[in-house]
């Protein structure tokens, strides 16, 4: 065995850590709704520019605030004692609402391209977001199958939850590369 040092991590307490995440996902949906809303003309479902303005809010709420919250909700402290079930299925619902929010974002956007005649996966941020959202989906469609349905076997759901850690974290920061990516380019665009 080796000896080494226990480094303690800082103990930050986890409900108020939780809250203050929910409040500064809630004031980011806020800031891009509002972005959208007065500098960039407002919201409508009719394929006009209005449309578009969909897109970063509801990518923005999914992606990064929901898909956030649904990693988070998995990473209870140790100190909870209890069944799995209940998080396990928040954790999935979270993830599924914001895969919903994600392909309404991608809907608006394409729809609003189609109509004006504008090009699909023109840029870094178009194939950026759509790999994020095809690896999204697939792990999504892994998690659910493995550890919510009850025929995966122990020492699948063990060789897999590494895996799915890891893609989860990679996803969320794809997310996060997208949206950046996205808001220059409307920036540069409107610039």
């Not at 402290?77 to 993830?95: C, E, I, R």
């Not at 895969?99 to 991608?106: E, K, Q, S």
């Not at 095809?134 to 063990?158: D, H, V, Y």
């Not at 590369?177 to 409307?186: L, P, R």
Request: net charge positive; charged share 5%.
């Amino acid at each position: 065995r080796c000896h080494h040092p226990v480094v303690e991590m800082l103990d930050l307490p986890f409900l108020p850590f939780c809250i203050l995440l929910g409040v500064l996902g809630f004031v980011c949906v806020a800031f891009v709704s509002a972005w959208c809303q007065y500098w960039r003309g407002g919201f409508a479902w009719d394929g006009s520019i209005q449309m578009f303005n969909w897109h970063p809010v509801l990518m923005v709420t999914g992606m990064v605030v929901l898909y956030g919250a649904a990693s988070l909700v998995y990473r209870l402290p140790a100190s909870w004692s209890g069944p799995k079930l209940p998080w396990k299925v928040l954790h999935s619902s979270l993830a599924l609402a914001a895969f919903i929010l994600a392909v309404l974002g991608l809907v608006a956007v394409f729809r609003f391209h189609n109509d004006h005649g504008t090009p699909n996966m023109y840029s870094l941020h178009s194939w950026l977001g759509l790999a994020t959202i095809l690896l999204f989906s697939c792990q999504w469609l892994a998690g659910f199958s493995t550890f919510l349905l009850p025929w995966a076997p122990a020492w699948l759901r063990g060789l897999y939850k590494p895996v799915h850690v890891f893609f989860g974290s990679t996803i969320l920061l794809l997310a996060v590369a997208s949206c950046v990516s996205g808001i220059n380019e409307k920036l540069f665009f409107s610039l």
